[in-house]
């Protein structure tokens, strides 16, 4: 497998809080990651330190083996690494179709308005968006709103792709039919790293956990050998569900 992403010994502090603290990674291509872990454990800064929002106080990030540790987050992004906002976040008053755009440019995916616009309306098709293209974002439902988010990501023809809790909030038919967009998006060639809270997602998708606890990174491997280790259900599902599995 090939390296995409490595981060080595990353922390991330705010005031006295680490948030993340010495985390070391490793994503390799064509892998689905699922990243786990109580609220507050540090998934979404983990996310915002690769992606530029956050500088790490300490360690590094390599993406493809170039140092981005303290790349700004456009070059990121135009480097290839995109990633979902766990409160969603479209331009309101833009329409469907030119919150895509916006994407596809703000990465360089396309050169003009015009190739971004029809790079939009293929993903819209892509995403199940198409009906509302020309609609203001503000008018979808939250599930529909959670799909121009992952459309807004894939405009910038990532290679890595970070999608945060990308089913929160949605019914289960909802969440099976993004499941298979997720997969269809793996499919296509694009790493994941996906942040999610439903267990049942995460065994389901992922070829790899890695679980956060206080911003440390306590365990990672295939997922049905994750689950079962009796610290991980502690932190995740709480003392009386790993006294249930009788995790060793
Ligand atoms: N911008 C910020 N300023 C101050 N504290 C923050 C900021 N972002 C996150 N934190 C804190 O860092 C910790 C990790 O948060 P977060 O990464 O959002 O966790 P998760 O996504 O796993 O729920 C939390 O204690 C949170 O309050
Ligand atoms: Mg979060």
Redesign the pocket.
């Known amino acids: 497998m090939t390296g995409l992403l490595k981060l080595v010994d990353v922390t991330r502090l ?2 006295g ?1 680490r ?2 603290q010495g985390v070391s990674l490793d994503v390799h291509e064509g892998e689905i990651v699922g990243l786990i ?10 996310i ?1 330190v690769v992606t530029g929002v ?1 500088r790490a106080n300490h360690g590094q990030v390599y993406f493809r083996g170039a140092d981005i540790t303290r790349a700004p987050p456009h070059r990121i992004a135009s480097l290839g690494i995109a990633r979902t906002f ?1 409160i969603v976040q479209p331009f309101p008053k833009m329409t469907v179709g030119e919150n895509i755009a916006a994407g596809a440019l703000f990465a360089g995916g396309a050169d003009s308005v015009a190739a971004a616009t029809e790079a939009a309306r293929e993903l819209a098709e892509r995403v199940g968006l198409a009906d509302v293209f020309g609609a203001p974002a503000n008018t979808l439902t939250l599930a529909r709103r959670k799909r121009l988010e992952l459309a807004k990501g894939l405009a910038m023809r990532p290679k890595l792709l970070f999608l ?1 809790e990308v089913n929160a909030g949605l019914n289960p038919v909802e969440i099976d039919d993004a499941l298979a967009l997720i997969r269809t998006v793996a499919a296509s060639g694009v790493t994941i790293v996906l ?1 999610e809270h439903l267990m049942k997602v995460v065994m389901s998708v992922s070829t790899r956990i890695v679980v ?1 606890h206080h ?1 440390q990174l306590i365990a990672e491997g295939e997922p049905q050998k994750v689950v079962r280790e009796a610290r991980v259900a502690e932190a995740y599902l709480g003392k009386r569900y790993a006294a249930a599995l009788g995790g060793n």
Do not use: C, M, R, Y
């Open positions: 705010f005031g809080l948030a993340i872990g109580p609220n507050g454990a540090g998934k979404t800064t983990l915002n956050h766990q945060d942040v956060l911003g």
